[in-house]
């Protein structure tokens, strides 16, 4: 690439000179610091902030991150350009500003092309490059001109400090010699900047594709649990409907039985009231005849009530509706978070060693003591008490529960195919090709290519939760206590199909929950 051409690259758009400590906005271009400050200062309650670039609006005002990079390659530009760095330096001679050509170092002066003609001829000085700085030209101990460069000590000298002082019988180089080998070595890395700056535009690139995936997948999220929580308020309003017309109607016949059996305990009351009026009037009587007969064919079979028979709102009957249509709902919201795969899991006792028992549904597995004499296969694991599932995922979003023991270790994850069947590389985790969450005693931890990481949370439950999204490079595991736990998540381009895995220690069991 043309010097040119780089410096073109090297522009802040604003200033329209070499940056000066680069700093890069979210859309990924670069601008002096202190001109896009200037530039944002100026859009500050204006409702909104724009790239001077590309014109990408931001609600707030955005975040300014320093480009080291860009900024080390403006830095080697100049060092090899000096004349890019836009300072202006003027002949001392002349009454208008006029630009100079050449610095004497002997002199301190600067000189124009014609001035210098002149100087030439009256004396012989050395000159170098348009320079203000005579001072920083000169020995700090000695007040003389910089003329050597010591490669030991990597310092710019003068002649006397190459006999005397701390650089004595070191091996020297005349500046001119020795800036041209640094030269040489400048334009080499000068050679390997620009890729660099295309490999880091290409990252750039890459994380913005990136972002905008996360964009349009979190929308995409979010319109779905909108959508679902909407769903799920029609489902419980529904149900309430159901339940307190349910309530109303149970109260409605109760109380129109209980109005039936007040009626007739208040004809009963005056039966009552008119036979204590006629008992009272028998009692007056004085003719015993009278009385006798009088009482016998006035008594009659008396009717009895029972609280007991009455009826009361059947609260069971309430309760059970109730919770029958909360299951239906929240196997329905299953069925919309995690998809439509099923995700019933079963252990492939092909895969499982002698000293692992697997039970007769093959969904338990716990380390035993008695060799189980399975035949020898393939894809059986050799030295470690493990098993694969015999369902595999190649795509999609699945999650299955497990019932681990309370006591005892194991691991359980997911793993390919090829992870090896024998040896120290076998066993689920300690490899590339697994990735697996372990219980020891009573903490947890998350262990992949022999990388064993403390996931910080005691134990509290038994039961574990396994969610996979193949796609998205996502292994996650939930402990199911009270609230749901969310214990770690692996993120890998998951490039095989995976089986689920499933490992027993001493004196303990694992279970897939069906």
């Given amino acids: 690439m043309a010097a040119a051409d780089l410096r073109d690259e090297l522009n802040c758009s604003i200033c329209l000179s070499i940056y000066t400590d680069p700093v890069m906005l979210p859309c990924g271009h670069n601008f002096c610091q202190d001109c896009i400050g200037r530039v944002l200062d100026t859009q500050e309650g204006s409702g909104g902030y724009t790239c001077p670039e590309c014109r990408e609006e931001y609600q707030e005002r955005p975040a300014l991150h320093r480009n080291r990079t860009l900024g080390n390659i403006a830095q080697c530009f100049l060092s090899v350009h000096p004349e890019e760095d836009g300072t202006d330096i003027f002949c001392t001679y002349c009454d208008s ?55 030991e ?34 334009r080499n890395d000068l050679e390997k900047l620009p890729p660099e700056i295309e490999e880091t535009e290409e990252q750039i690139q890459r994380l913005q594709e990136r972002s905008r995936e996360v964009t349009e997948k979190a929308a995409g999220e979010t319109e779905r649990v909108t959508a679902l929580f909407g769903d799920i308020r029609k489902q419980l309003e529904a149900l309430e409907m159901l339940l307190l017309n349910q309530i109303f109607w149970q109260k409605e016949m109760i109380c129109l039985q ?22 009272e009037e028998l009692c007056k009587m004085a003719d015993p005849l009278i009385v006798l007969q009088e009482w016998e064919s006035d008594e009659e079979e008396d ?44 252990l492939d006792i092909n895969t499982a060693p002698n000293y692992l028992a697997v039970s007769g549904d093959r969904k338990s597995a716990s380390r035993t003591t008695i060799n189980q004499c399975y035949p020898l296969t393939e894809q059986r694991f050799i030295k470690y008490t493990q098993a694969l599932s015999t369902r595999h995922f190649l795509s999609g979003r699945h ?42 005693k009573d903490e947890y931890l998350v262990v992949h290519d022999h990388n064993i990481t403390e996931v910080g949370y005691p ?22 206590s009270e609230p749901i736990r969310h214990l770690h998540t692996f993120t890998a381009s998951f490039t095989e199909p995976l089986y689920a895995a499933f490992s027993s220690f001493k004196k303990s069991w694992v279970r897939i929950c069906s």
Wanted: charged letters at 25%.
């Fill in 303 to 346: 009717k009895n009530y029972d609280e007991r028979d009455y009826k009361y709102l059947d609260v069971d009957q309430i309760s059970e509706t109730l919770l029958t249509g909360l299951a239906g709902i929240v196997t329905g919201v299953k069925g919309k978070i995690y998809g439509q795969e099923a995700t019933d899991l079963l």
């Fill in 459 to 480: 134990v509290t439950s038994q039961r574990i939760r396994i969610s996979l999204d193949y796609e998205a490079g996502c292994l996650s595991f939930y402990e199911l």
């Fill in 153 to 186: 000590d990597g310092a710019c000298i003068c002649p006397s400090c190459c006999l005397t002082g701390e650089h004595r019988g070191h091996r020297m180089e005349q500046l001119n010699e020795a800036s041209e080998k640094k030269k040489e070595k400048l």
């Fill in 97 to 151: 500003p006029v630009p100079a050509v050449k610095s004497c170092l002997q002199c301190e002066t600067s000189l124009c092309d014609t001035h210098l003609q002149r100087h030439n001829i009256s004396v012989q000085h050395t000159l170098t490059e348009p320079t203000s700085s005579f001072e920083d030209r000169k020995c700090s101990i000695h007040s003389e001109f910089l003329k050597y460069y010591c490669t």
């Fill in 258 to 279: 209980l109005w039936e059996l007040m009626e007739d305990l208040k004809v009963k009351k005056d039966e009552l009231s008119m036979q204590i009026r006629h008992i």
């Fill in 399 to 440: 999650y299955w529960e497990v019932q681990c023991s309370e006591s005892g270790g194991w691991s359980i994850g997911m793993s390919y195919a090829s992870i090896e069947r024998e040896g120290d590389l076998s066993r689920v985790g300690f490899n590339d090709k697994s990735w697996c969450l372990t219980r020891l």
